[in-house]
Nanobody, 124 residues
């Protein structure tokens, strides 16, 4: 089982940027697709972005396209979510997760390991 720890969340003004990191331990994530999810208060958790095992075929939910970029550094066993032009509606707890295979996955059921989440709050 891989352990995932997110960092980089915080409080930011609308229009600002944050970079989230997700560090893995316990085993390598180099053969797994990885994803970022978020859950806002009173809402269901949703996929934000996903990437395959080599960092290709990225997926982004429509609401973040052109603003968010996900990447990975397998040598560091870490993935990233670069978030620009942040909006108040991006406020949520952000989670990273490891998929069960190396493909780009978007369904929660295809992910087997989850981090504890990091809070992102965007104020106007």
């Amino acid at each position: 089982q891989v352990q995932l720890v997110e960092s980089g969340g915080g409080l930011v003004q609308a229009g600002g940027s944050l970079r989230l990191s997700c560090a893995a331990s316990g085993r390598t994530i180099s053969s797994y697709g990885m994803g970022w999810f978020r859950q806002a208060p009173g809402k269901e958790r949703e996929i934000v972005a996903a990437i395959n095992w080599v960092g290709g075929r990225p997926y982004y939910v429509d609401s973040v396209k052109g603003r968010f970029t996900t990447s990975r550094d397998n040598a560091k066993n870490t993935i990233y979510l670069e978030m620009n032009s942040l909006k108040p509606e991006d406020t949520a707890v952000y989670y990273c997760a490891a998929a069960s295979d190396g493909f780009t996955r978007m369904d929660e059921k295809d992910f087997h390991s989850w981090g504890q989440g990091t809070q992102v709050t965007v104020y106007s």
